[in-house]
């Protein structure tokens, strides 16, 4: 017993210095260096554009998990749900020629795009689901994105731990063919829980990358004195801004 | 003098036991995010796992608390460290023929008597390694360790990620889709655990001095083993 605490006592005082050393400023340059390695690693690895991997219809998960938020409570919200979401606008702005107000209508209008895909979660699980919806390139080229524009952010109606939920990537994953703004999962309207009536698919990252509930786009230059500053909400929180590993 | 141990063969195997160390601590601290295991490429509810894993408490985990977004961090970075060097100790290990004149077997070694009699001696705590650096059991932990294990810990990390997904999906079918690979990593690592535990206990019975000494020194090629 008394070699168990040992073993032990060895254990924790090697996993606090690791707690110490990860609040250092050296660790924090390390592990952003670590995070650009990969994002180029996987750039390298597939070329140009690589698809993630489709999956027959057999594949798909009987239930898909809403996580992290599951509904927007809010007075306005319930409004548009009661209304089927017919005056919901996905506003499109920031450092762009012509901004523009889009309606699901306007949306569903668009060439559509449908992809059995696999979500993977941070914590590990993955479900595979349908999604439909148009392609973000052809709208963010629709609306002229200027050339001093280096990200694209995505504003959403959530509040989650009473922060406003957002996230953002980089111009190469925000015209990738696969990165829809979906409406619909498994054929059928997006349910609540999962980011009812529209939600970003960015597939090649983990599913904090996919906005759900969203409400606006935007270009910016920086992501500087947005939210936290991070690029994200879970960013902001500490998980990594490239969230394909 | 040609030492026991080459240079390159001591700075992996101390680089290679750190990494490994924080990789499986930072694991666990992973694992606690979702303990549960799948096969095949889909899975979150308790009826599709084929196993449920008991939450790992925090003395064990880095860091020493519930932190999924720090517990990546670590295991990400470390992950090039442990990766890089394995594959600079290779290069270098086939370079200095240690692989070769060390590791390989031969055909007589796989006789099952011969294989009887080396599993008697290790139970008499006789280490004799008939005129070889390392004896029959030794060449097949280190080999599956080496060839097997640890480049399966890569494969698996890497077949995980959805970035590497979309640029090898290959990758990911062959070890039989994303929530495989995830139990395979699981089941892996601890097959690392067991090799270190035998590593160290049978370190500890044949003269742990000389033998630590030798890993950091480098030793002399006629020490005693």
Known sequence: ?245 | MRRRHALSTRLWHWINALSLVVLFMSGLNISNAHPRLYWGDKGFTPAEAWAEIPRFPHWLTIPDHYSLAAARDWHVLFAWVFALSLLLFMVAALRNRHFARDLVTRAREWRPAAIGADIRAHLRLRFDHGGGKYNFLQKLSYGVVLFILLPLMILTGMAMSPGVDAAWGWLGAALGGRQSARSLHFIAAWGLVGFSVGHVVLVLLSGPWGQVRAMITGGRTDEAA
């Open chain 1, 1 to 245: 017993m008394r070699r168990r605490n040992l073993l032990a006592g060895l254990a924790a005082t090697l996993t606090a210095g690791c707690t110490r050393i990860g609040q250092s400023e050296t660790f924090g340059t390390l592990v952003d260096a670590a995070e650009g390695l990969h994002r180029r690693a996987h750039r390298a690895m597939g070329g140009p554009a690589p698809l993630a991997r489709e999956y027959p219809r057999s594949a798909i998960s009987p239930f898909f998990r809403g996580n992290g938020s599951i509904d927007v409570a809010t007075d306005a919200y319930r409004a548009h749900q009661a209304s089927g979401f017919a005056d919901w606008r996905l506003a499109v702005g920031g450092m762009v020629e012509r901004p523009m107000q889009l309606s699901l209508a306007d949306l569903t209008a668009l060439p559509q795009r449908t992809q059995i895909t696999r979500h993977d979660c941070v914590e590990g699980w993955s479900a595979i689901g349908e999604w439909t919806g148009p392609q973000l390139g052809p709208i963010l080229e629709r609306a002229g994105v200027r050339p001093e524009a280096r990200y694209i952010l995505f504003r959403c109606a959530d509040l989650l731990g009473g922060a406003p939920y957002y996230e953002s990537c980089d111009l190469a994953d925000a015209f990738h063919p696969q990165t829809i703004i979906a409406h619909r999962l498994n054929g059928d309207p997006l349910p609540v829980q999962n980011g009812a009536p529209l939600r970003l698919r960015l597939e090649r990252q983990l599913g904090y990358k996919h906005a759900k509930y969203l409400a606006g786009i935007e270009a910016v230059a920086s992501l500087e004195g947005i939210g936290g500053g991070k690029g994200g909400y879970w960013e902001d929180r500490g998980y990594q801004w490239y969230a394909g590993i």
